[in-house]
Every structure is written in C-alpha cells, then in structure tokens.
C-alpha cells in the first residue's frame, strides 16, 4: 500500500462518516505539522488549507494551554470541531443541528481504529509524505515495482543505475525572507528536513528544491538551510518576495516542496 | 477650514449619544468579567475593541502567548465562517491539555477567557449575556 492508498483509503473512511452522520457536510485530517492528510469529497483541497492556515496561529502558541485537544467554533448556522487524536487533527463541520455526540462518538472510535489498521497494514505511507521521512534503502522502491507491475520485469531489461526513489514531498508553510544580502533566487528551509533529504537520497547535498502551490504554480529554485532559531523545526520555507510572486502566494500560505536530485 | 470646524461640530453632537451607549456597554462587559474572573478555576481574560485593549492574568509571563492565542481563534473563527458559511459566530472554545480559552465578540468587543478545563462556559457565557 503506496501513500496514495492510504490517503484513498482514509478518504474513503471519511466520506462513509458523513454517510454515517448526514448531518456532518464536511471533514478533513491534518498533521501536526499543517499537513493535510485526506478530506472527503465534499471538501477542497484549497479550502482544507484555509483552515489549516486559519489555525495555524493558534497551534503556534497551544504550547501555553498544554497543546490544544480541541477547538469548537460555535455559529448560529454551523459548527467547526476540531479534535487532537494520536499525532492528527481531525476537523469536522456539521449543522446546527447535528448531534455532536453521536458524531464525537462515531469519529472518536472509527478515526483512531483505522489509523492503527493503516499504519499497522503500512507504517511507511505516514512518514513518507511527511518531513519526517526516513532512511529507505534505494532498492527497495524496484522491488515494489517488480510485485505490483510483474510484466515490466520480466522483460530483460538493463538498467545503467538502480532506480532513484521518489523525492519525498514535504508541505511547508511560507514565511518572509528580506535583508540585503538575501539572494532573491534562494529559499531557506530547515537543515533538519535538508539533511534527511540528504540521508534519503544519498547523493550529497541538495541544492536544489522544487516548489508547488497549491493552485499547481511550481518553480525550481536554490535551497539554504535556515539560519534564525525561531523558524527552525516550525515547518516552514523562508521565500524571498520575488519568489513568492512567481508563484501567487504569500506567507501563511502552504507549499509542496520536494528535492531536486539529479 | 471653518467649514470643516462645522462639520465636525456636527459629528460630535451626533456622534455623543453612541459613544455614551458603548463606553456603558463596555463597563458592563467589564463589570461582568470582574465578577467572572472571581470564579473558581478562571485564570484572566482579554477584553479588545478598536480603541483599548485590557489584560487581566494572573501570571503575567503568559501575557503575550494568550494575546495572540486569542486573536488567533478569534481570526480563524471569522475566515471559517466566511469559507463554510457558519453564520454569525456565537463562541469559540480552544481546549488545552490544563486549560481552555472561550472567546466571543460582543458588539465590538473582542473577548477571550481563560479557565481550567472544569469550569463551566455556560455559565460564563450567561453572565456575559446579562445587562
């Protein structure tokens, strides 16, 4: 099971929580890191990282309420929960009159169990989309493909070099980068989540990243690890102003960075 | 610029029965989260509109971390109405590990308390509610 699967298989889960709970029109999944995991059907990819945005500023500073567990926003039409299990937030919006118990009860024990399943079926799927991505050998990706494309291999084929595993994508939030002597065609990102790219790859350093918005804008620019203590491991991408042009965005925002490896 | 002088003249005459009814407004508000901040487990709250802003915490180093937890939820509560049409938001409740804030917006007035997990909002909210 691939990371798609994955995301397939807790998009599944969550469209049969609305089918459960009608009442629910729409939930999604976040890392703690603002990643977004999977949403149902009914919910955007745009609007999903709105809200992961819109919370970012509060998981910021949840350290001074002991981490945040949950969030409900109260409105006269609609409702927001926003719930911490295991290491994600699950965010459900239901009407007003929706019975929240019923709902809490469904997502509370249905969520965890298919967490456990999923990483118990296939722990990789988690950390391989995350900047928390680990050492993987470089053969094992080939060995994936002989199983699931088993015609491909059998053709003699003579490959030149072993088949380069996927770069791990990792979604970052975009912050300024100004000063005089910051060079506009250079991003900043965590040396923690360069160095695992670096482990990952075993290719020396990166240099190189490739960035994509979510509206499909991409760009491939030069990459520094950070130097201000304040934004490291806070998951973000330090991009110049001119870079944020070219691609439409502005800090808060997220974006899909992945390694150039070549 | 006497015509100008005039016209704020004017402003002021009509402006003065408003700005009284909200400066009562807001020592109502106040007077109330006195009384709430003397419940058990209420540790303070955070009273903003336009022309002032009141901190009152009983640990004074957390001023900054709660200031900005509390525009944050309230700024989030805005963009998630406007995205997923919630409608006027009554309340907002980020629960913690040891504590909860609830913050709300009463006419211009932008509030957020913070309590242990225990206490009751509901209680809190009826009492924002009275005159």
Redesign the interface.
Known sequence: MDSEAYTFALKNTLNEIRNVCPDITNTFMFRENCEIIAGDENTSKKAMTRVVNAFAGILEKAASIGGVESITIEGSNRRVNVSHISDTYFVTIASGKADMNHANTVTRILIPTVLKLLEKICPTPLKNSSHLTKKRPVAEPSEEIAMEEPKETEEPEIKPEPLLPEPPVTQLLVENLGGLLVASDTVRVDGQILSQWEDFHERGKIEEVEIETFDGKTTRCKVKPIKESKYERKGTIQMPEKIQLALEIRKGELVRVKPIIE | MVKKKRSFEELASVAEPVALKETSSVSNLRTNLEEIKAYEGVIGYILRNSTSASIELKDPT?VI??A??S???L???E???E???????????????????LSLTVEENKISI?MDKDVDCERILRKLSQP
């Open positions: 957390k971390d709660y900005i937890l525009s944050s939820a700024d989030a509560s963009e998630l109405s995205l997923f049409s919630l409608g006027e938001v009554k309340d907002i409740i980020v629960e913690g590990k040891n504590v909860k804030v913070f």
